[in-house]
């Protein structure tokens, strides 16, 4: 009997060309294919198409902003369905980010790194108790909304969130289903996937039930970490009272115009004032001040627009599930 491979069947796993041409020889998913393929069988459309999750990062964890997004989406049907604790180390960061990383500054990559550093992150898995014909992971991606403020909407999770930038975003959710089963591999192995995967399947709480559950075990990790505002405006505010000669450095300055500033020099000039390197303050003010962006370059898999996405998602009726049906 052939073993199926998770590139023999990621042609149905994404709308993107470019993705397929980026993954089809990328040996990271495998693992967690042939777990969820063992789990699942020719059921496995079941949950490629009818599961996600989100990724609470650690500023979501120092804002106590974990209970306000599982609320959110329980208000659209998501459930969640089982939770653990990660660590979005460098490695894990540059596999989940390496087709777009290229287009990213070292100061961008270095402080994302030292962002999630703060704290593990929080990893809830999502059953969507409203199915659609678009996979459960478009539909997150929808929801969360874009990383630039002008290209989402008032309601979209980013936004809902108070996102200032595109460094502190709160959350991660993969794209589509071929990016579902590739992050899931980054994150566990196959031991820990497979008892993920078996909570998931065995829950059958209803969804206010759950999000009580998840919430007070959120709840409870979030309480392990010290709180503390993301919030730029509240940041430089508080920092101008408690050290009045920091209110004319060239930190609040080059703020105030707009204008980059390296990390470098960034991290410089706080440490004059003993504000550490990996504290609060000195990231929220860093994730203002640098420059995201290579200028020039574009990243390996850019992704398309969400909507476009979705509406090929609509048509292709994914809700079928023949190529599981089919194994």
């Known amino acids: 009997m052939n ?29 967690a294919w042939r777990v969820i393929l063992s789990l699942y069988g020719k059921d496995v459309g079941s949950f490629v198409f009818g599961h996600s999750f989100i990724l609470l990062k ?3 964890i120092a804002r106590r902003l974990s209970c ?25 960061a540059h596999h989940i980010w390496r087709f777009q990383w290229n287009a990213a500054t070292t100061d961008r990559i270095e402080l994302t790194n030292l962002v999630n550093s703060q704290s593990p992150s929080i990893l809830i898995m999502l059953r969507d108790c409203a199915p659609t014909s678009v996979p459960t992971a478009v539909k997150l991606w929808r929801l969360k909304g874009s990383a630039h403020a002008a290209r989402r909407t008032a309601d979209q999770l980013h936004s809902v969130l108070g996102m200032h930038n595109r460094m502190l975003g709160f959350v991660h959710t993969p794209d589509e289903p071929a990016d579902l089963v590739r992050e899931l591999s ?21 969804i206010d039930d759950l999000v009580i559950q998840c919430s007070r075990a959120v709840a409870e990790l979030e309480s392990q970490y010290s ?3 993301v919030n730029p405006n509240e940041v430089i505010q508080r920092l101008r009272f408690s050290a009045a000669s920091c209110a004319q450095s060239p930190v609040w300055r080059d703020y105030s115009r707009g204008q980059p500033m390296t990390l470098a020099k960034i991290l410089a000039h706080f440490r004059e004032y003993g504000l550490e390197r990996d504290s609060w303050d000195v990231l929220t003010i860093a994730a203002e001040l640098i420059e995201h962006d290579i200028k020039g370059v574009h990243a390996l898999l850019d992704a398309q627009a969400i909507d476009e996405v979705f509406a090929q998602w609509a048509a292709q ?11």
């Open 227 to 229: 709180a503390h505002t």
């Open 3 to 31: 073993v199926i491979t998770y590139a023999d069947v990621l042609e149905h796993l994404t709308m993107q060309s470019e993705k397929i041409r980026a993954y089809k020889n990328d040996f990271v998913p495998e693992e």
């Open 186 to 206: 980054i994150f566990f192995d196959a031991t820990e996937l497979s008892m993920l995967l078996h909570t998931c399947r065995s829950t059958e709480q209803s």
């Open 68 to 92: 306000q997004v599982i609320s959110y989406l329980a208000q659209r049907s998501f459930a969640p369905v089982a939770i653990a604790c990660v660590e979005l180390s460098r490695n894990a």
């Open 58 to 60: 650690p500023e979501t």
């Open 317 to 327: 009726n994914s809700q079928d599930y023949k190529f599981g049906k089919d194994l």
